[in-house]
C-alpha cells in the first residue's frame, strides 16, 4: 500500500510499476505541495552560487525518469528553460565568475554575462545564466498519474485512516485490504501519523501568484528577488514566499503584498493576478529526505522530506527506497531515519 500522491508517491509507484509489483494508493488531496509547485529543476543555489545537495547526480536520474513518464502517460511534462539570474552588482558578477571555476558546478553556469534587452525588465548588472534547467508540470503529473492508477483500479481516493491499520509482523492490514508492506508519501500530513510524528519535519508554507503579462514578452525564466516562470500565453508564475509559523494550505494577503513588492523591484510592465496558490513544503531540521523502515514495525516504512527540491530528489531518492526494501540495499546515512532514533527512543521513554 502506498499513502500519498504527490511526488514521493508518484516516484515510488513507478518503482513498483517498473519491478511489476502490486499496489493500492490512497489519497485525499489533504497536501497541495505537488500540485502547486513552481516545478522547477535547477541544481545550482542561486542565493550562494553553490551546488544543491547532490543535484549533478540527482538530474541524470531525473531527466529520464520524467521523459519515460511522458511517454507512458500521453502527456507534456517537462519544459527545458534557461534561468537567468539578475546580478545586483559588479561584486555579483565576480562571484558568479568565481563560482564557474569550482568542480561539480561550473557545468552549470554560463560564462557569458547576458545583457538585458527586455524592456519590461530592470536588470542594469545583466544577468547569468544557469545550463540544464526547467521547469516540470507537476500538476499535470499528478493529475495524469491518478488517471492512470485509476484506470488500472490502483486508485483508493479517499483519506487513509491510521486508526484502521492493524500491523502483524508478516503483513499489515487496513479494513478489507492485506499488504506486505506500507509505505508512507504523506508530505506534510506526515505530521498527523503516530508511527513517524517523532521525526522532525518542520514544514514550510509557499505560496506562488499567476499573472498574465501580455507585454513581457520573457522566454526564460528570470530569477531576482522572486522567480518569474513562463508558462505560455503571456502567463508567468510569480514566487514564491517562505513561512514558517501558518501551517495552512490558503493563500493569504500578506503573501500577496510579499509577492507583489518583491516582483515590482524588476518587473516594469502592466499586469493582472489570475491565480494565487499555497501549498507547505515538507521541510526537515537538517534538509535532508525522511526515508526508512520504522525502527519497530520494519513493514511501516516513510518516504519523506523533500523540501523545496522534489522535482529532482523524488527520482533518485524513491529508487534507493525502494532497493533497500526488495534488494536489501543500504540506504545513504544521511537520508535513513535511523539518524533520529534517538528522538525515537526519547519519545517512547
Ligand atoms: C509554493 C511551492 C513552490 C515549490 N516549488 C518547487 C519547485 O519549483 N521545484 C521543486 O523541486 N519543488 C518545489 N516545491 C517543493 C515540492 O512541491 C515538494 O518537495 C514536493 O511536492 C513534495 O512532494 P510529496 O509527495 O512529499 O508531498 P505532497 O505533494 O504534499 O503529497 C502528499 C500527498 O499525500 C496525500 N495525503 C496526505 N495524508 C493523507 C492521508 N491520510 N490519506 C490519503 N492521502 C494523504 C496528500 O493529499 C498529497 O497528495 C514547491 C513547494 C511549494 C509549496
Redesign the pocket.
Known amino acids: 500500500m502506498v499513502?500519498?500522491?504527490?511526488?514521493?508517491?508518484i516516484s515510488f509507484c513507478e518503482q513498483l510499476e517498473r519491478n511489476k509489483k502490486s499496489y493500492k494508493v490512497?489519497?485525499?488531496?489533504?497536501?497541495?505541495?505537488?500540485?502547486?509547485?513552481?516545478?522547477?529543476?535547477n541544481p545550482v543555489i542561486l542565493k550562494r552560487f553553490t551546488l544543491a545537495w547532490n543535484a549533478d547526480i540527482q538530474l541524470e536520474t531525473a531527466m529520464p525518469f520524467y521523459s519515460q513518464l511522458e511517454s507512458k502517460l500521453g502527456v507534456k511534462l517537462d519544459c527545458k528553460i534557461p534561468i537567468y539570474r539578475k546580478f545586483a552588482s559588479i561584486e555579483e558578477q565576480n562571484l558568479w565568475f568565481e563560482a564557474t571555476d569550482k568542480p561539480r558546478l561550473g557545468k552549470f553556469l554560463s560564462t557569458r554575462i547576458i545583457e538585458n534587452d527586455n524592456k519590461s525588465v530592470d536588470a542594469p548588472y545583466g544577468l547569468g545564466e544557469v545550463l540544464h534547467t526547467g521547469r516540470i508540470n507537476?500538476k499535470t503529473l499528478v493529475r495524469a498519474y491518478e488517471s492512470f492508477l485509476y484506470e488500472k483500479g490502483n486508485l483508493i481516493g479517499?483519506?487513509?485512516d491510521?486508526d484502521a491499520l492493524i500491523v502483524e509482523k508478516e503483513h499489515i492490514a487496513y479494513r478489507a485490504l492485506k499488504a506486505r508492506k506500507i509505505v508512507f508519501?504523506?508530505?506534510?500530513?506526515l505530521i498527523s501519523n503516530p508511527y513517524f510524528n517523532y521525526l522532525p519535519l518542520n514544514g514550510n508554507?509557499?505560496?506562488?501568484m499567476t499573472i498574465k503579462a501580455p507585454k513581457l514578452k520573457e522566454k526564460n525564466i528570470i530569477k531576482s528577488a522572486v522567480f518569474i516562470i513562463p508558462l505560455g500565453d503571456d502567463l508567468y508564475r510569480v514566487?514564491?514566499t517562505y513561512e514558517r509559523a501558518d501551517k495552512t494550505n490558503s493563500p493569504t494577503n500578506r503573501a500577496k503584498i510579499e509577492l507583489l513588492d518583491k516582483l515590482h523591484t524588476f518587473l516594469k510592465c502592466d499586469y493582472d493576478i489570475v491565480d494565487h496558490?499555497?501549498?507547505?513544503?515538507?521541510t526537515v531540521v537538517d534538509r535532508r529526505p525522511l526515508v526508512g523502515l520504522h525502527p519497530k514495525h520494519r513493514n511501516i516504512i516513510v518516504l519523506?522530506g523533500?523540501?523545496?527540491?522534489?522535482?529532482?530528489?523524488?527520482p533518485t531518492v524513491s529508487k534507493q527506497l525502494f532497493n533497500h526494501i526488495e534488494k536489501g540495499e543500504v540506504l545513504p546515512q544521511e537520508i535513513d531515519i535511523k539518524r533520529f532514533s534517538k528522538r525515537f527512543a526519547a519519545k517512547k521513554s
Not at 497536501?31 to 516545478?39: F, I, K
Not at 508554507?205 to 506562488?208: A, H, R, Y
Not at 523533500?306 to 523524488?314: E, K, P, W
Open positions: 499513502v500519498g500522491l504527490g511526488l514521493a508517491g490512497f489519497n485525499d488531496g489533504s497536501q497541495t505541495s505537488s500540485l502547486v509547485a513552481g516545478g522547477l529543476y507537476t479517499k483519506t487513509f491510521i508519501a504523506t508530505g506534510f500530513g508554507k509557499g505560496e506562488l514566487g514564491a496558490v499555497a501549498g507547505i513544503r515538507p519523506n523533500f523540501g523545496s527540491r522534489g522535482v529532482l530528489i523524488a
